[in-house]
């Protein structure tokens, strides 16, 4: 069965710095792999996803994820943080027509 | 609908009673879910309908949860016998079969008291 594993609950960092929340998934098939984004007091929306082909994913605001199929992993990234994307971030996975799993999320606070 | 629409946004019951949450997927979308997403505890799925096929009920954490799927559109989950641990936001997406991503509606805020 398919499980999401984020590996940090928490991630503090300053305005400006690079940030990575990490996802490790589990699957014996191939998977489509989500990003959401919870912002204070706001519903999920689509941060980005990877279906198939290049393994480097852009999404929005800025952010980017790489899956690697080796590592089983499909790790978040930004460049420089501003204080709005101070949210809770959820990774997913999904096996093609299966139901829809998350993991427990990491609460990125962003400093000044 | 433009989105995935959640009723009541909020909801206060009392400890034994029964309550029913509403979703109305997005128009033409074959899949729906159910989660339930209490303080610190992530995403933690209830159920999910796919088409005709018979719904995945395997996330549900007691008998007093049940859901249905009217006509392949609306769904009502139903907890029977509140309890106080049952206090969470409740939330629904749809997704269409051959799109992969889901949308979630804004969610339903049960408090149990």
Known sequence: AQSVTQLDSQVPVFEEAPVE???NYSSSV??????????????LQLLLKYLSGSTLVKGINGFEAEFN????????????????DTAEYFCA??????????GAGTILRVKS | GAG???????KVTEKGKDVELRCDPISGHTALYWYRQ?????LEFLIYFQGNSAPDKSGLPSDRFSAERTGGSVSTLTIQRTQQEDSAVYLCASRWIGV??????????LTVV
Not at chain 1, 30 to 41: A, D, E, G, I, R
Not at chain 1, 93 to 102: A, C, D, H, T
């Open chain 1, 21 to 23: 929340l990490r996802c």
């Open chain 2, 38 to 42: 209490s303080l610190g505890q992530g």
């Open chain 2, 100 to 109: 992969t991503e889901a949308f979630f509606g804004q969610g339903t805020r």
């Open chain 1, 93 to 102: 996975v999904s096996e093609e027509g299966n139901k829809l799993v998350f």
């Open chain 1, 69 to 84: 199929k080796s590592q089983t992993s499909f790790h978040l990234r930004k460049p420089s943080v501003h204080i709005s």
């Open chain 1, 30 to 43: 191939s998977v489509y792999l989500f990003w959401y984004v919870q912002y204070p007091n706001q519903g």
């Open chain 2, 4 to 10: 995935v629409s959640q009723s009541p946004s909020n």
